[in-house]
C-alpha cells in the first residue's frame, strides 16, 4: 500500500452526492492500479451506493463521518462544530500522513478554512491560493488565485506566480511558462494600488518568466500559462468564463438543430465539433488545487459529476507523483537566501 496514492474523496459533498462522488471513486479506481481510495461520509449511505458498482474492493475503504457540512454554513463555525463530518474527517487524514491527498466538491469556504487550519499551509508560504485550469487557445493556462484570499499583498501575488509556475512546468511540462498579471491595460503605469505595486516585484523575480499585464480579452488566447490575481477578480474571471462557455455550447448547439439543413451539416462536423467543445467543459481538467498546503486539497465544483471527480483524483496522483508539495517547499528555501 506504501507505494499508491491515497486520496480520501468526499463522499457527501456537492450537489450529486453519494452518487456522483462515489461513481467517480470508482471509476479512477478501475482505469489506475496505482490509486487507493478513502470514501468519507455516511457509511450505509456510501455502500448502498457501491452496491451499484464492481470495483477492487482491496483498494478501497469507507471511513466513517456521521455530520455533513452544508455549503450555507458559515466555515469556520462549521469545522469547529461538525469535527464527525465527512470533510474533517478527509482533512485530518491528510494532516496525520494517512492519506495523500483530499478531494471535495463540498462548501468551497469550508475546504479553503480546513485546508489552511487543519492541513496547515507550508512554512514560509503566505497564502494558500486556488488554483484551476482553464482552457485557451493554446491548451490551458492556469487562474491564481480564483477564490481563496480576496485581500492580497504584492507579497501574496509573488508567491502565487512563483508556485503557479512550478505547477505549469512539473504538472503540465511547460518550459518557462509565461507569467502575466490581470490588468485593465498592457502598460506597465496602469492599475490599481495592488497590481501597481505587485508588478516591480514580479518583474524583478528572477526565477520567475514575467510577461507583463494581461487584459481579460487576452487570457482565453493563452497569452500567459500563469495568470496572476487576487481571488475577487480571479473567482469573477472564472465565473464569467464558465458561463460564457456555457451558452455557446448551448446556442451552437441550439442553431445546429434549428433547420432541416443544419441538422444534415450537425451530422457531418459532429465528431470535430465533439472534440472541439470538449476542450471547453471545465469537468476535463479536475478540480482546482489549493497550493501551498502540507498535504494535496482539490476543490471540485459544487455541481460536480463523476467526471470531474475522476479527473481531480488522476490529477492528485500526478500531484504526488512529481512531488509539487516539495518542490514548492525547495523553491521557498531557495528564495529565502
Known amino acids: 500500500m506504501s507505494e499508491l496514492v491515497r486520496v480520501v474523496v468526499d463522499a457527501m459533498g456537492g450537489d450529486y452526492a453519494p452518487e456522483e462522488p462515489v461513481k467517480g471513486a470508482v471509476e479512477a479506481l478501475r482505469e489506475n492500479q496505482s490509486i487507493f481510495i478513502y470514501l468519507a461520509g455516511k457509511e450505509d449511505v456510501i455502500r448502498r451506493e457501491l452496491k451499484k458498482y464492481t470495483y477492487p474492493e482491496d483498494r478501497l475503504k469507507i471511513v466513517p463521518a456521521s455530520q455533513v457540512i452544508e455549503t450555507g454554513e458559515p466555515p469556520a463555525a462549521a469545522i469547529q462544530k461538525k469535527k464527525d463530518s465527512s470533510l474533517v474527517a478527509g482533512l485530518q487524514m491528510v494532516r496525520k500522513g494517512e492519506a495523500d491527498a483530499f478531494v471535495s466538491s463540498g462548501s468551497t469556504g469550508a475546504v479553503l478554512v480546513g485546508g489552511q487550519v487543519i492541513v496547515r499551509k507550508i512554512p514560509g508560504v503566505e497564502r494558500a491560493p486556488l488554483a484551476p485550469l482553464i482552457p485557451t487557445e493554446r491548451g490551458v493556462s492556469l487562474l491564481i488565485d480564483c477564490g481563496a484570499n480576496v485581500d492580497a499583498r504584492p507579497s501574496h501575488l509573488l508567491q502565487f506566480a512563483a508556485m503557479g509556475s512550478i505547477y505549469m512546468e512539473y504538472i503540465l511540462g511547460v518550459k518557462k511558462p509565461r507569467v502575466a498579471i490581470v490588468n485593465i491595460g498592457a502598460e506597465e503605469e496602469k492599475g490599481n494600488a495592488l497590481v501597481k505595486e505587485t508588478f516591480p516585484l514580479l518583474k524583478e523575480c528572477r526565477d520567475i518568466h514575467f510577461v507583463g499585464n494581461i487584459e481579460a480579452r487576452d487570457i482565453p488566447k493563452g497569452k500567459a500559462d500563469v495568470i496572476v490575481t487576487e481571488a475577487f477578480v480571479g473567482n469573477v474571471i472564472l465565473k464569467l468564463y464558465e458561463g460564457v462557455a456555457s451558452v455557446l455550447i448551448h446556442e451552437v448547439k441550439k442553431g445546429m438543430l434549428s433547420t432541416l439543413r443544419s441538422k444534415i451539416g450537425a451530422l457531418l462536423v459532429k465528431p470535430a465539433l465533439k472534440e472541439t467543445l470538449k476542450s471547453f467543459d471545465a469537468s476535463e481538467y479536475g478540480g482546482a488545487p489549493l ?47
Do not use: M, W
Not at 299 to 307: D, L, M, R, V, Y
Not at 321 to 326: A, M, P
Open 291 to 337: 497550493l501551498g498546503l502540507r498535504g494535496l486539497v482539490v476543490k471540485t465544483h459544487g455541481s460536480a459529476k463523476a467526471i470531474e471527480i475522476r479527473h481531480s483524483i488522476h490529477q492528485c496522483v500526478q500531484f504526488q507523483k512529481q512531488e509539487l508539495n516539495q518542490k514548492i517547499q525547495q523553491y521557498l528555501r531557495l528564495s529565502d537566501r
